[in-house]
């Protein structure tokens, strides 16, 4: 499975993974909703599950992606302070013309 990540996006997860409440847990990526088309993404910490596929990022954040969810290979992560602090998670691979803002 693949995951990109931008430089912003590596810079506010790296911060996020030192917090005391990040100790033993990583970046997940999941779907919250599957359109057929498209899907709409989230992240959370958490802890690696025997379905998972531990994704090291060429920024050097390790991301857990299901391997059970095919909209998730291929994701990336995008952090953008304008014209709105926020996490963009999209799968150029596999929509055309839908994201989603976290």
């Known amino acids: 499975m693949k995951c990109k990540i931008n430089r912003n996006a590596a810079k506010f997860l790296k911060k996020v993974l030192e917090s005391e409440e990040a100790e033993g847990k990583m970046v997940r990526v999941f779907v919250t909703v599957n359109h057929i088309d498209h899907a709409h993404y989230d992240w959370k910490l958490d802890t690696p599950t025997e379905h998972d596929e531990i994704v090291t990022t060429d920024k050097g954040i ?3 992606l299901d391997r059970r969810e095919d909209f998730l290979d291929g994701v990336w ?3 953008f302070f304008v014209p709105q602090e926020e996490m963009v ?3 150029p ?3 055309h013309n839908h994201h989603h803002h976290h």
């Open 93 to 95: 691979s596999k929509e």
């Open 62 to 64: 390790d991301v857990l």
């Open 77 to 79: 992560l995008q952090y």
């Open 89 to 91: 998670i999209t799968n």
